[in-house]
């Protein structure tokens, strides 16, 4: 199992970009697929973003195409996402996670071995 820590969420305007990172532990980093959900409140945890072990390829949920941006430093054992042209409905606890294994699509929670706390992201209008 991997060990999971996200930081960089805050608060932001509208128009505004923060960008996520996800420190990884436990697992060779380099092995292993990284999704991003979020939970808004009163919502279900969806998907966001993911990525392949490699980086050879990535997955985005259709309200964060073109304005979102997954990547992966395996160096670093760090997974990021770039979140430009932020809305307030971006606004959310962001979460990243593991299957720990193959990466199905679609992507789903209970796909996932491992999960971090959560970063809170609030995007004011």
């Known amino acids: 199992q991997v060990q999971l820590v996200e930081s960089g969420g805050g608060l932001v305007q509208a128009g505004g970009s923060l960008r996520l990172s996800c420190a990884a532990s436990?697992?060779?980093?380099?092995?292993?697929?990284m999704v991003w959900f979020r939970q808004a409140p009163g919502k279900e945890r969806e998907f966001v973003a993911a990525?392949?072990?490699?980086?050879?390829?990535?997955y985005y949920a259709d309200s964060v195409k073109g304005r979102f941006t997954i990547s992966r430093d395996n160096a670093k054992n760090t997974m990021y996402l770039q979140m430009n042209s932020l809305k307030p409905e971006d606004t959310a606890v962001y979460y990243c996670a593991s299957p720990g294994g193959t990466l199905v699509i679609p992507v789903s929670p209970p796909r996932m071995g491992s999960w971090g706390q959560g970063t809170q992201v609030t995007v004011s209008s």
């Open positions: 990525i392949t072990w490699s980086g050879g390829r990535t």
């Open positions: 436990g697992r060779t980093f380099s092995r292993i697929n």
